[in-house]
């Protein structure tokens, strides 16, 4: 059995992100302190931030990621997030795709 990762200190400024338990979706803490669907909208902590995980009954799961500022907006640094960003790789509702093809 593989031994569990080693988390490293965040050296980059943090946003941070979850999923609504809502629907799943990605979500991201917004400065008002709120959660958006939308990253444009995140907050930007500094590296020390990302040791204090906000919590909230509407969001599972909520973790650190270190982010680039490219003009103001924050672009994560790992692949795994930029994909979060773009939304779902596959088709969120395949039951209507299913009923359309027969």
């Not at 995980?53 to 103001?72: F, K, M």
């Amino acid at each position: 059995m593989s031994s569990p990762a080693k988390l490293r200190p965040a050296t980059a400024p943090v946003v941070f992100t979850g999923n609504f338990l809502s629907d799943g979706r990605v979500a991201w803490l917004a400065g008002d302190g709120t959660w958006s669907p939308r990253i444009a909208e995140a907050r930007v902590f500094p590296a020390e931030a990302a040791a204090r995980v906000p919590q909230d009954p509407r969001v599972v799961g909520p973790y650190a990621v270190e982010v680039d500022l490219a003009a103001g907006l924050p672009t994560p640094r790992r692949f795994r997030e930029r994909l979060r960003v773009t939304g779902p790789s596959v088709v969120a509702e395949p039951a209507l795709r299913l009923a359309l093809a027969s």
